[in-house]
């Protein structure tokens, strides 16, 4: 069975490859550069939401 996405993006220089481990070009981490599927009947956006919104708040916190 074909892989579903085979198409992977340097995290690095943003170069685009199919290899899985690591970028060709600069060695760096890949992954894959398509979105998550939408679906109406979301089980885990209250979560997202909930994580959203605490890393809002401690990002606008002073340090």
Do not use: A, N
């Not at 109406?40 to 994580?51: A, H």
Request: charged content about 25%; some cysteine; proline content about 11%.
């Amino acid at each position: 069975m074909v892989s579903r996405w085979l198409l992977r993006k340097c995290m690095l220089c943003s170069s685009y490859t199919l290899r899985k481990d690591h970028c060709p070009y600069c060695g760096g981490p890949v992954r894959v550069p398509h979105p998550p599927r939408f679906s109406p009947e979301d089980k885990y956006g209250k979560y997202r939401r909930i994580l959203r919104r605490q890393q809002l708040q401690s990002s606008e916190q002073p340090h």
